[in-house]
């Protein structure tokens, strides 16, 4: 006879594995490798799969590793997803668990996905005879990096063996305080594009402004105007576009036959997103012909929007109001960052919610150099992870 799980068992689980989780998350901080690169990271977690007595599957998308919770009778599927790449930053914390990688660092809080996925499995495998169905632990490459991991995953159809009926993740937030999640019904976070531009013109001395047509001018110019145009096309509506590269490689007396920039473009209208694709080239290059310059603007697609499929996310919120309480569970605002994780949410059922990392100090970003979280969040994401999927797995 199967004995009923609670969310006090789920939590009595995690709380015996909690210096586990916090180890795995450690070793994943100090051994930092980048999208695609992620061998020895893939290695490990099917190490530690293979530990728990877990079936694995690896080479997911290359470097990733997919664990297979069997229940103990048959049910519906569901998967668990941790992103396991770092970013290329040099880290400045000075801990005992700092990157070992030069250049290479987990600014991002996916060594943490990955281990509270790691401990949500342990949890799951340990408590399997007590509930039916699967549960896929997809622990994917290559999230910071377009084409995205998650395009891959799906286009060699790794999900299967079952095909799960939807998809979960999370995502650390230090402006929330641990303890704390953060869900959003709908479409959550913001589309994102790459954006290359080479402005050209014709360069030579600096002292002889007469003979040149000069790409800088051109390219600072129509950063101004296309900034003032887009305002006028945005009207209103919730658009970015920003640029953060500006390459003009000349010398104090010598001016370049070319400028390149480089920026992204974020929107959460599908519609819109395919206007803009076409308008910004077409307008960029006739406002550089106008100057005598000309330019070439490159548009790659990058990630879809996050949609919150509103079923699965009330399931998720209600499990996490059943595991820590009502007043630990908060409302999202639609956030312009990206996750590769929209791509599932565009051929599946997908709830992506954030979860609290944040302490009492000053908070650091994500992205940063001395980023970091407090780990008392890991048993809470790993938790609101396993009940989640039971949940889900009930729905």
């Not at 109001?321 to 059922?349: K, L, W």
Request: aromatic share 6%.
């Amino acid at each position: 006879m199967k004995a009923a799980i609670t969310p006090e068992r789920v939590k009595h689980a995690l709380e015996a594995i909690h210096e586990a989780m916090v180890a795995d998350r450690r070793h994943l901080h100090q051994h930092p490798e980048l999208s695609f690169q992620e061998r020895n990271t893939g290695t490990y977690i099917a190490q530690r799969l293979k530990a728990l007595g877990i079936e694995t599957r690896e080479g997911i998308a290359g470097t990733g590793v997919i664990g297979v919770v069997r229940g103990a009778g048959t049910g519906p599927c569901i998967s668990l997803r941790a992103d396991i790449d770092a970013l290329p930053i040099q880290e400045t914390s000075d801990v005992p668990y700092r990157s070992r990688n030069a250049g290479v660092m987990h600014a991002c809080g996916h060594d943490a996905h990955t281990a509270m996925v790691l401990g949500a499995g342990q949890v799951l495998q340990e408590l399997r005879q007590d509930w039916n169905g699967t549960v896929l632990l997809l622990f994917q490459p290559g999230e910071e990096k377009i084409p995205g991991g998650a395009s891959l995953v799906l286009k060699e159809n790794a999900l299967r063996d079952p095909v799960p009926k939807g998809i979960i993740g999370q995502h650390v937030t230090p402006e929330l305080a641990v303890g704390k999640v953060g869900f959003h019904a709908g479409p959550f976070m913001a589309s994102s594009d790459e954006l290359y531009v080479t402005v050209r013109g014709k360069g030579g001395h600096a002292a002889m402004p007469a003979t040149l047509v000069d790409p800088i001018v051109i390219a600072a110019k129509l950063l101004l105007a296309l900034k003032e145009e887009f305002e006028r096309y945005r009207q209103g509506r919730n658009l970015v576009l920003a640029f953060g590269k500006f390459i003009a490689n000349g010398a104090t007396n010598v001016v370049p036959n070319e400028v390149q920039l480089a920026g992204t473009l974020r929107t959460f209208d599908g519609t819109l997103r395919a206007e803009l694709h076409t308008w910004l080239p077409r307008w960029a290059q006739e406002f550089c012909s106008s100057l005598g310059g000309s330019c070439v603007f490159e548009v790659r697609s990058g990630y879809p929007v996050v949609i919150n499929d509103p079923a699965l996310t009330a399931t998720m919120r209600q499990a996490a109001v059943d595991y820590i309480g009502v007043e630990n569970v908060v409302d999202m605002p639609q956030r312009m960052g990206s996750e590769d994780f929209a791509f599932y949410t565009q051929v599946m059922p997908g709830c992506f919610f954030r979860l609290g990392t944040g302490g009492n100090g000053a908070v650091k970003g994500l992205h940063t150099p001395d980023f970091d979280i407090e780990e008392d969040a890991l048993v809470v994401g790993a938790g609101v992870m396993a009940w989640g999927a039971l949940s889900a797995l009930t729905s």
